[in-house]
């Protein structure tokens, strides 16, 4: 934006979790879209999270969340964090493996890890 009398510019000073990014001639800040982040004040564009963080849906994050054990984002840019199938458990905030032969999650999504099947 111009100031008309000394002919200087003056700059939008947008707050964490927003940007000017794809904002032209225009003074607005937009927020970041969910899976993106902008952890300080000024920043000019948006950052993806990590694989194995997330927004946790959220638009206009300061910052990524680590995916809790049971769930995973593959993933950069992950908006969520996605729950391992039944049948499989978390290895890493990043991976989901099938349980080994004689273990199961009971038929439940989002295990943080196997249990051994009963007996019989």
Do not use: W
């Not at 990590?50 to 995916?67: I, K, P, R």
């Not at 499989?88 to 999504?109: D, I, R």
């Amino acid at each position: 934006m111009s100031s008309e009398n000394d002919g200087s510019a003056e700059c939008t000073l947008c707050e964490a979790g927003y940007s000017t990014e794809g904002v032209r001639g225009e003074d607005k800040c937009v927020a970041c879209p969910a899976g993106q982040f902008a952890a300080e004040p000024g920043t000019g564009s948006c950052s993806k999270c990590a694989a194995g963080t997330s927004t946790d849906n959220e638009a206009g994050a300061h910052y990524c969340t680590d995916c809790p054990a049971g769930k995973i984002a593959a993933e950069e840019g992950a908006a969520n964090c996605t729950a391992c199938n039944a049948g499989s458990y978390s290895v890493s905030k990043k991976l989901c493996a099938v349980c080994k032969a004689g273990h199961s999650t009971e038929g439940k999504s989002g295990a943080a890890e196997c249990e051994p099947c009963a007996a019989g």
